[in-house]
């Protein structure tokens, strides 16, 4: 099941593994790399058509600052956030009542509604572009945060049902027969015996919802259309010119975008990694 380890004496599959490994580290890394150094770059740089050499001038932090003085990057910053940490909360919350339900207690249906949040994983988007935008045009919700908050909150809530679900499955069931002999009411058990275990799972779910939200571009161009509610991937396609486009300015708006979601991964980088790998085998 698993790739056996290559042993110390083949040296030369040791190297072959560590010179293949290093090549699609590179290719991998390299539309990242291009990004960063065009970042850096002088506007006359780019007109020269120096795209992947190495910076002629470079402006290490000129750019950089365009993008708070010159375009509404900040704007559409602080709407990500608007957007994207309500929405966690409300899929962290849902999901692990879901999750603790789902595991814990057999009603009629429960395999079907299961069945449910996991499908809906798999239901593309785009099929739901003209009925959900036609939906929030007459619900008055259209170009506002509240449909993105509720969009992403009903999409994002299948998987991390499924995740918790799982997570919750694989927690000893001794302890909730012990509080069930006690006499413990359901949503003790869950606030004071399921929720302090769950913390390596909130915070992996935390960190793959935030990316997912934070990044998501498809519905950020369905759902609005005004600079005050664009978050940050649709505000980055408003920084393009009619006739010519500022890559530079551009590059760097793209790199400050990215700074959440990474800084959230190396923050709960522990947690994450152990949240992803306990409770993956049972449930």
Not at 220 to 247: H, I, M
Request: a positive charge; hydrophobic letters at 55%; zero cysteines.
């Amino acid at each position: 099941m698993y790739p056996r380890p290559i042993p110390e004496s083949a040296l030369l599959q040791r190297r072959l593994y560590m010179a293949v490994l290093g090549l699609a580290l590179l290719v991998w890394l390299l539309p990242l790399i291009a990004v960063t150094m065009t970042s850096f770059r002088s506007t006359q740089d780019i007109m020269s058509g120096n795209y992947w050499g190495w910076p002629v001038a470079p402006t290490l932090i000129g750019n950089y600052a365009q993008v708070f003085t010159q375009t509404p990057m900040a704007r559409f910053f602080g709407n990500s956030l608007v957007i994207t940490i309500p929405s966690v909360l409300l899929v962290l919350v849902l999901s692990t009542l879901n999750g603790f339900v789902l595991s814990r207690y057999r009603f009629r249906g429960a395999t079907l509604l299961f069945a449910v949040f996991v499908g809906g994983n798999f239901l593309p988007h785009q099929i739901l572009m003209i009925p959900v935008r036609d939906l929030m045009v007459k619900a008055g919700l259209y170009d506002t945060f509240y449909a993105l908050i509720l969009f992403h909150v009903a999409f994002q809530t299948g998987f991390a049902t499924l995740f918790m679900r799982n997570f919750i499955a694989s927690l000893p069931g001794e302890l909730f027969d012990a509080a069930r002999a006690e006499g413990v009411s359901p949503p003790k058990v869950l606030w004071y015996i399921v929720v302090p275990l769950l913390r390596p799972a909130l915070a992996a779910l935390a960190v793959l919802t935030f990316t997912f939200i934070w990044n998501d571009y498809f519905w950020a161009v369905v759902l609005t259309q005004s600079d005050s509610v664009k978050p940050v991937t649709a505000g980055l396609a408003n920084l393009k010119g009619e006739w010519l486009s500022a890559w530079n300015v551009v590059a760097a708006a793209t790199m400050i975008a990215a700074i959440p979601p990474v800084a959230m991964f190396f923050l709960m980088q522990r947690h994450f990694i152990a949240g992803l790998t306990a409770g993956a085998v049972k449930g």
